[in-house]
């Protein structure tokens, strides 16, 4: 069974003042892939210490699959969550960071304003997306063909794809 991470970059859902939208949003999204998967949510205030703890803790201590990060990544002074995933890597996977502003250059000139980021930790893959829910659905949809396939290669049988005898690969329900 697969391990999902959903953290919730956000001062005030941190501090229960606002509600987290997009955490549900990814989770959602997250379950259509893998229906079965175990989900762990959290919520960390935009602290570059603290976001960077909590991943390399998913990563190394639960032995997440996947780590799925919404907010903290635009221009604010305290959007800081690309640098504290960039702390916790191993290893960069720019590809889907490119992939995920490329495609939201289509929508909006903004999407050239996120400074999200993308990697491996151990056998974790961890990929920051933007903090609107309307944001994290487009955002998810472009790397979501992509991610059985990544998961397969981090750690054989947690992609949800079986190896055909004829080396093609298919998506398992």
């Known amino acids: 069974m697969i391990k999902v991470g959903i953290l919730t970059i956000s001062d005030s859902a941190s ?3 606002a509600e987290d939208h997009s955490g549900p ?5 997250a379950r259509e892939v893998w229906p079965a998967a175990s989900i762990v949510r959290g919520i960390v205030e935009d602290d570059r210490t603290r976001i960077a703890a909590r991943l390399r ?13 919404t907010g903290g990544t635009g221009f604010a002074p ?3 969550t690309p640098e504290a995933t960039r702390d916790a890597l ?5 590809g889907l960071a490119e992939a995920i502003r490329a495609a939201g250059l289509r929508i ?9 980021a993308a990697g491996i930790r151990g056998r974790t893959l961890i990929i ?21 396939h990544a998961l397969e290669l981090l750690r054989p049988g947690a992609g949800g794809i079986r190896h055909a005898r004829s080396g093609e690969h298919r998506r398992e329900a």
């Open 78 to 80: 305290r959007d800081v």
């Open 108 to 116: 909006t000139p903004h999407a050239m304003l996120s400074r999200g």
């Open 25 to 29: 949003v990814l989770e959602a999204l």
């Open 128 to 148: 920051n997306f933007s903090g609107s829910p309307k944001a994290v659905r487009e955002q998810f949809e472009v790397v979501r063909p992509v991610l059985p």
């Open 90 to 94: 191993e290893r960069e996977a720019p």
């Open 57 to 69: 803790a998913w990563a190394d201590e639960e032995d997440l699959a996947l780590v799925l990060t």
């Open 15 to 17: 501090k229960g003042e």
